[in-house]
């Protein structure tokens, strides 16, 4: 099994920065992803690393103001979230990548709880 914790949410103003944290109880071999559910929502795709070289990959919609990372000695992956929009209000997610395409999220095994994210016009 695999445990992952989520940080770093909270309430920012338009146009502000948050920064969210994920540790890994374990690493996971192929990668890590973060996805988000606002209210009524499907839980959608945001950014993905591999764990290997680092690729990265992300949604149209947070492509250029989000910014995915990882720290391999410490199983823990980010994500840099800048010029935050009302729209990007969800819980945010984690999860822990194996095989497949990494857009998908039944390429994901593992996930945290959730943190919020809530951003104020």
């Known amino acids: 099994q695999v445990q992952l914790v989520e940080s770093g949410g909270g309430l920012v103003q338009a146009g502000g920065s948050l920064r969210l944290s994920c540790a890994a109880s374990?690493?996971?071999?192929?990668?890590m992803g973060w996805f988000r559910q606002a209210p009524g929502k499907e839980r959608e795709f945001v950014a993905a690393?591999?764990?290997?070289?680092?690729?990265?990959f992300y949604a149209d919609s947070v492509k250029g103001r989000f910014t995915i990372s990882r720290d391999t000695a410490k199983n823990t992956v980010f994500l840099q979230m800048n010029s935050l929009k009302p729209e990007d209000t969800a819980v945010y997610y984690c999860?822990?990548?194996?095989?497949?395409?990494?857009?998908?999220?039944?390429?994901?095994?593992?996930w945290g709880q959730g943190t919020q994210v809530t951003v104020s016009s």
């Open positions: 690393i591999s764990w290997n070289v680092g690729s990265t």
């Open positions: 374990t690493f996971s071999r192929y990668g």
């Open positions: 999860a822990t990548k194996n095989t497949g395409n990494f857009y998908y999220i039944a390429s994901y095994d593992y």
